[in-house]
């Protein structure tokens, strides 16, 4: 009977950081996490436990390492794991790969480089505890982007939300606090090609945001590229929404409509007004316009088509060589 009592007064959140070579942030994250889990005030009716989930996603420096160094000599968090993959698989296989393996109440997804700042965990909970399954942390204050890359966001999210017709959280990140419930929602969608964020909108729930500006990065540097985030967005676009093929099937409707007339135009004038049209110049057009619109269709078709072929392989997402409890 005490036993059941106990049980019932505890809740635990899992604190889950995936990582890739983040050994020179580990030391200032878990003293911020320390920090944090020090001044927070309990609950009155329950005690909350923090366990820290670490994934290193194949880092080629010591993070895995340093980090179970650090958890250990820890004075706030009791309990760690460190879930260490067989290589880099990226950060969404990492993530799902730290979900499975949640067994608390509620998760906070947060990044090792503190641009999520652990001091809004507090307040995140306290969502949680008013009803909210879906806590986001969102960006209030972006001057610190430059231009572009503020309105190359702007203009992806604002297309997302035109094709997939998602409520996808406008200038959020990973950060957010998952409810068990939300937490077993995503785990259960075993895409290949991963968008969290698509995933984070597409389960619905009670959500609320949390809204902060997001700090510099302290050390290391950032592993995401200009490249790296044009082929995210478009994985976010292909997994989402079917509509580029229909977008390109009325292109190719307006664009044998207009041929159509145009040829019709010119029969017309040699066999009716005997005008001579040039060959040359629209012969050379013709085929190279109409060729680059066809291998643009090919090349949207063939990303739903290698989308469909990854998942017949169904291939695991990760591969955990071994998990370290500290």
């Given at each position: 009977?005490?036993?059941?009592?106990?049980?019932?007064?505890?809740?635990?959140?899992?604190?889950?950081?995936?990582?890739?070579?983040?050994?020179?942030?580990?030391?200032?994250?878990?003293?911020?996490?320390?920090?944090?889990?020090?001044?927070?005030?309990?609950?009155?009716?329950?005690?909350?436990?923090?366990?820290?989930?670490?994934?290193?996603?194949?880092?080629?420096?010591?993070?895995?390492?340093?980090?179970?160094?650090?958890?250990?000599?820890?004075?706030?968090?009791?309990q760690?794991?460190?879930?260490?993959?067989?290589?880099?698989?990226?950060?969404?296989?990492?993530?799902?790969?730290?979900?499975?393996?949640?067994?608390?109440?509620?998760?906070?997804?947060?990044?090792?480089?503190?641009?999520?700042?652990?001091?809004?965990?507090?307040?995140?909970?306290?969502?949680?505890?008013?009803?909210?399954?879906?806590?986001?942390?969102?960006?209030?204050?972006?001057?610190?982007?430059?231009?572009?890359?503020?309105l190359?966001?702007?203009g992806?999210?604002?297309?997302?939300?035109?094709?997939?017709?998602?409520?996808?959280?406008?200038n959020?990140?990973?950060?957010?606090?998952?409810?068990?419930?939300?937490?077993?929602?995503?785990?259960?969608?075993q895409?290949?090609?991963?968008?969290?964020?698509?995933?984070?909108?597409?389960?619905?729930?009670?959500?609320?945001?949390?809204?902060?500006?997001?700090?510099?990065?302290?050390?290391g540097?950032?592993?995401?590229?200009?490249?790296?985030?044009?082929?995210?967005?478009?994985?976010?676009?292909?997994?989402?929404?079917?509509?580029?093929?229909?977008?390109?099937?009325?292109?190719?409707?307006?664009?044998?409509?207009?041929?159509?007339?145009?040829?019709?135009?010119?029969?017309?004038?040699?066999?009716?007004?005997?005008?001579?049209?040039?060959?040359?110049?629209?012969?050379?057009?013709?085929?190279?316009?109409?060729?680059?619109?066809?291998?643009?269709?090919?090349?949207?078709?063939?990303?739903?088509?290698?989308?469909?072929?990854?998942?017949?392989?169904r291939?695991?997402h990760?591969?955990?060589?071994?998990i370290?409890?500290?």
């Amino acid at each position: 009977m005490t036993d059941s009592t106990t049980s019932l007064q505890t809740r635990s959140i899992d604190l889950l950081v995936p990582c890739h070579n983040e050994e020179e942030s580990a030391a200032a994250l878990l003293e911020a996490l320390n920090t944090t889990i020090q001044t927070f005030q309990q609950p009155r009716d329950f005690t909350i436990h923090f366990n820290l989930i670490i994934v290193d996603d194949g880092s080629s420096d010591q993070t895995c390492q340093r980090f179970e160094q650090l958890i250990k000599e820890s004075k706030e968090i009791k309990q760690g794991s460190i879930i260490s993959l067989s290589r880099n698989f990226g950060k969404e296989a990492a993530m799902l790969a730290g979900l499975n393996h949640c067994e608390g109440d509620a998760c906070i997804i947060l990044d090792a480089d503190l641009q999520d700042p652990p001091s809004l965990i507090p307040e995140m909970i306290s969502a949680w505890l008013e009803g909210y399954q879906v806590v986001n942390a969102v960006r209030h204050d972006r001057s610190s982007d430059s231009r572009l890359k503020r309105l190359s966001s702007e203009g992806f999210y604002s297309l997302f939300l035109k094709l997939s017709k998602l409520k996808v959280q406008f200038n959020a990140s990973d950060f957010r606090l998952l409810d068990r419930a939300a937490i077993n929602a995503i785990a259960a969608c075993q895409e290949r090609v991963r968008f969290s964020k698509g995933f984070f909108a597409w389960i619905g729930f009670e959500q609320k945001n949390i809204y902060f500006k997001r700090p510099a990065r302290q050390t290391g540097s950032s592993k995401w590229g200009s490249w790296k985030l044009w082929n995210y967005a478009l994985d976010g676009i292909f997994n989402f929404s079917t509509a580029p093929l229909r977008i390109w099937s009325y292109i190719g409707l307006f664009v044998t409509s207009a041929a159509f007339i145009v040829g019709l135009t010119s029969v017309i004038r040699v066999l009716f007004f005997g005008i001579d049209v040039p060959g040359y110049a629209s012969l050379f057009f013709a085929v190279t316009f109409l060729g680059g619109l066809q291998l643009m269709g090919i090349g949207i078709l063939g990303e739903y088509v290698g989308r469909s072929y990854l998942e017949t392989k169904r291939r695991p997402h990760f591969v955990i060589k071994k998990i370290t409890k500290a």
